[in-house]
């Protein structure tokens, strides 16, 4: 295949592997591959749920029609029969996984291995779609799967996939839909319709909770994206307050909040005049928000909005949408699909039909409400369901006489459901009901044994089983959520101590989870650590929010700094300098007294950020009395990184650079890394010498900088060093001459950033290749490459200081030899091109 038509795949758009096996007995061979897959760059779509035998079918049925890979993994055990189940789980996945490229792994020798398995395995051996090999131990194995993995892809994969199928410059995506939409296409095509129009800019669809509001959200955009627009999700669920809704509404563009500019400044400038769907979920909590969504419009002339609230925003530009509850035939069809979820073979016939069409009447046509009641079906007789539910409701929506009724009705069918629960799951929905954003599988078992539940995966099944707790695909990776409505009512009814014990456990957990990142995201693990704060991110940050609201400023800023390089690679500095902003602010007003090292924390963040947001400014004062608490506090490190932004100031100090002193104060910061240790630390500050001396026209002193940096960061496999120096160092290359030692250390830096998702580090790149295709005459692919990356900038907010981009000095050059004309033509259609298409230029040769 011509390499212009090789995808450029991006951490967001990874390939799924779905990992198939049994899971206590073989705990060990899932870890293994799991590290194999991600080490590989790839998604690994697996269920740890620890004792739990198996999810249910509709759950696995739904990941493996979004998965990519099958991976099969067999030991001795057969697995667990459901009741009205024929075969176990395992059995199920695999025939389920249709065509899917299977790579199958047994477990030689097995000496115990039941006969339902082997059986099973015969048949797998007969099947010629399929990889079969053995294996002796996870070590093994895991070998087996990396090898596996990277020739399957190379091979089948990028050879197969259309052209457009994957795109550095996407969206982050919307969400991965938990189920099946039923009984809503006119509503889908109705939307589809009215979004297309030019003269309409706002729809809101309205609706009380539990509706299908997101739901039908959801489908529309699915297909909106399907038919070619670019699309965003922002989902406001997880925020209190309206100031944070372009927080929530950067992410969803992939604008990084890097703090170099005011984030909705940000924001507008890269929606531009790009025709770009934007869907604002859950706006009802937070309406303030709403004077933000009309400067966006008015600020970007093809942004539509498609907005989900129980209350219209009474807006000039709104059109709205009233969703009702569903007709007599589509309650009765969503109950049968829920139901047959839970009971394999179950269907609307004769004999249930009334009893079904009284059920989904007495929930008043409500999706939410339907599909909790249909969750019992797994055990409980249609009959014997609705006998239930009718004393259950009459019951219950007497206590709830100042709701609507259909508000009644859904409140009380929640609460029904929890009554159903036993003692542990009911606790274990309260403690669960403390996180905003999703959370992993393994995560909610841990901290629900830290709040006291005595069997975490049990109450976990119970509670995912009745419906009230949902598996999310998010980035890839299989996730555990509460529906809104479930969250907020579980807030509401839990007991307050229980609340509390189990707030001080998430938080002690993701407090650990940060310090234990620290480390990793220096060295050798650092991609597969950024990956995994990636999926609870909503969930790190909150524990900043919730340690504010305890005035625990002291434990805030230490949380903030151990999450220091994930903040910057994953462009969340903005918000830190927020948080660390009001931190000081509470302490001052409230004369709170602070931790040494937290002031020098928060002092750092406020002002080395300021570096980047206010270009005029002078920031060594304030990092400077932020490095002198560093050192009060006996924190050499911390010292030694406020040493870099003093660097930083000098080199930029409004009457112009103090070289020399910059010089002093990066040595003495390099001197400071090095007695302590930090490969990374000193790895970065080499790399600034090395600018000084690139600047002053030094070349071989700044290559050989570069070079002992490019060293730590490869002794410690950390792909951001790595990536920074590795750029850098062509540019030396560069600027001696050497075209061709240019491109490959430019392309290797520019792989890394794609593999990090670090967008400032990809229009890094691009600006390197537009040094490189100038050096060689070519003004027009310069020019594209050169506009390409201003582009994205522009939509990822990773704005460029003045002086820290070589590439203005070949455009000088290209600008006085005659060819300006050619490279502004050029650069015009390089803003418009889909990234895919200029990294194929970037690879051409």
């Not at 937070?286 to 539509?304: C, E």
């Given at each position: 295949m011509d390499e212009a038509d090789t995808p450029i795949r991006t951490p967001d758009q990874r390939l799924r592997v779905f990992v198939s096996s049994t899971l206590k007995e073989l705990a060990a061979e899932r870890q293994a591959v799991r590290s194999a897959?991600?080490?590989?760059?790839?998604?690994?779509?697996?269920?740890?749920?620890?004792?739990?035998?198996?999810?249910?079918?509709?759950?696995?049925?739904s990941y493996l029609a979004q998965s990519d890979v099958f991976v099969g993994i067999y030991g001795e055990r057969y697995g667990w029969v459901a009741p009205g189940e024929a075969v176990s789980g395992l059995e199920d996945e695999y025939a389920l996984s249709g065509e899917l490229p299977s790579l199958i792994y047994v477990l030689d020798p097995a000496p115990e291995r039941e006969a339902r398995l082997a059986a099973l395995l015969d048949r797998i051996r007969a099947d010629d779609r399929v990889s079969y090999r053995a294996y002796r131990d996870p070590g093994e194995l895991a070998t087996l799967v990396r090898q596996d993995l990277a020739t399957l892809l190379a091979e089948r994969f990028d050879a197969g996939r259309p052209r457009g199928a994957m795109r550095a410059d996407a969206m982050p995506g919307i969400p991965a839909p938990y189920s099946a939409i039923v009984g809503r296409d006119a509503e889908r095509d109705a939307l589809l319709a009215m979004l297309a129009r030019p003269d309409v800019r706002i729809v809101t669809i309205v609706g009380d909770g539990g509706i299908g509001k997101s739901r039908l959200a959801i489908e529309v955009a699915g297909a909106a994206a399907a038919a070619g627009r670019p699309v965003a999700f922002a989902m406001l669920e997880t925020i209190t307050v309206p100031e944070r809704a372009i927080t929530v509404i950067a992410r969803s563009l992939g604008v990084r909040d890097t703090g170099d500019a005011p984030l909705e400044q940000k924001v507008v400038e890269a929606l531009a005049d790009r025709d770009v769907l934007l869907v604002v979920d859950n706006?009802?909590?937070?309406?303030?928000?709403?004077?933000?969504?009309?400067?966006?419009?008015?600020?970007?002339?093809?942004?539509?909005?498609?907005?989900t609230s129980r209350s219209p925003l009474r807006v000039r530009a709104e059109r709205l949408f009233p969703l009702g509850p569903l007709d007599a035939a589509a309650a009765a069809a969503l109950f049968e699909e829920r139901a047959a979820a839970v009971r394999p073979g179950f269907r609307l016939g004769p004999e249930n039909a009334a009893t079904v069409a009284e059920i989904c009447r007495r929930l008043d046509g409500s999706p939410l409400a339907i599909e909790l009641a249909a969750a019992r079906m797994v055990w409980m007789p249609v009959d014997e369901l609705l006998r239930r539910l009718e004393s259950a409701l009459t019951l219950l929506v007497g206590g709830a006489r100042d709701l609507p009724e259909r508000q009644r009705a859904l409140r009380s069918t929640i609460q029904w459901s929890v009554d159903l629960l036993d003692p542990s799951a009911t606790e274990a929905l309260t403690a669960l009901a403390v996180p905003a954003g999703p959370f992993a599988g393994s995560t909610a078992e841990q901290v629900l044994g830290a709040a006291g539940i005595a069997d975490p995966t049990a109450a976990i099944t119970a509670l995912a089983e009745a419906s009230l707790l949902r598996h999310e695909d998010h980035r890839g990776a299989p996730m555990l959520a509460l529906p809104v409505l479930v969250r907020a009512f579980a807030r509401e009814a839990g007991p307050a101590s229980l609340l509390e014990t189990a707030r001080a456990a998430w938080i002690d957990h993701y407090r650990r989870v940060a310090s234990d990142a620290e480390a990793a995201m220096r060295g050798a693990s650092q991609l597969a650590t950024l990956r995994r704060l990636d999926l609870e991110a909503e969930n790190l940050g909150g524990v900043v929010r919730l340690l504010l609201d305890d005035r625990r400023l002291d434990d805030a800023a230490e949380h903030a700094w151990s999450l220091?390089?994930?903040h910057w690679i994953a462009g969340h500095l903005g918000l830190v300098r927020e948080w660390m902003t009001e931190l000081l602010a509470l302490a001052e007003r409230e004369s709170i007294p602070l931790g040494v090292r937290t002031r020098a924390i928060a002092l750092y963040y406020t002002h080395a950020i300021r570096f980047w947001q206010e270009p005029t400014s002078d920031v060594v004062p304030g990092m400077q009395a932020s490095r002198d608490l560093f050192a009060e506090a006996d924190d050499p490190g911390g010292a030694a990184l406020a040493d870099v932004s003093i660097g930083l100031g000098l080199l930029t100090l409004p009457d112009g650079p103090d070289v020399p002193a910059a010089t002093a104060v990066l040595e003495r910061s390099r001197a400071g890394f090095r007695a302590v240790g930090d490969a990374w630390g000193e790895a970065m500050t080499l790399v600034m010498l090395g600018r000084i001396a690139l600047l002053t026209g030094d070349i071989g002193g700044a290559r050989e900088r570069f070079e002992e940096s490019l060293a730590l960061a490869t002794a410690q496999h950390e792909l951001l060093g790595i990536g920074i120096a590795r750029n850098h160092r062509g540019w030396a290359r560069l600027f001696a001459g050497d075209v061709e030692g240019a491109a490959d250390d430019l392309g290797t830096s520019l792989d890394e950033s794609l593999a990090l998702g670090h967008d400032e580090g990809v229009a890094y790149g691009l600006e390197g290749f537009v040094g490189v295709r100038g050096a060689q005459g070519d003004a027009a692919t310069a020019g594209v490459l050169q506009g390409a990356a201003q582009a994205l900038r522009r939509r990822k907010g990773a704005l460029n200081r003045s002086g820290f981009d070589f590439s203005t000095m070949v455009v000088a050059r290209l600008r006085d030899g005659g060819a300006g004309d050619a490279f502004d033509a050029a650069a015009e259609r390089g803003a418009t091109m889909p990234l895919v298409d200029v990294l194929a230029l970037v690879r051409a040769e």
């Open positions: 897959i991600e080490g590989l760059q790839l998604a690994p779509v697996m269920f740890e749920l620890g004792s739990r035998p198996h999810p249910p079918r509709s759950l696995y049925r706006l009802e909590h937070v309406l303030g928000a709403v004077g933000l969504l009309v400067r966006l419009i008015g600020a970007a002339p093809r942004l539509t909005l498609l907005v220091y390089l994930y």
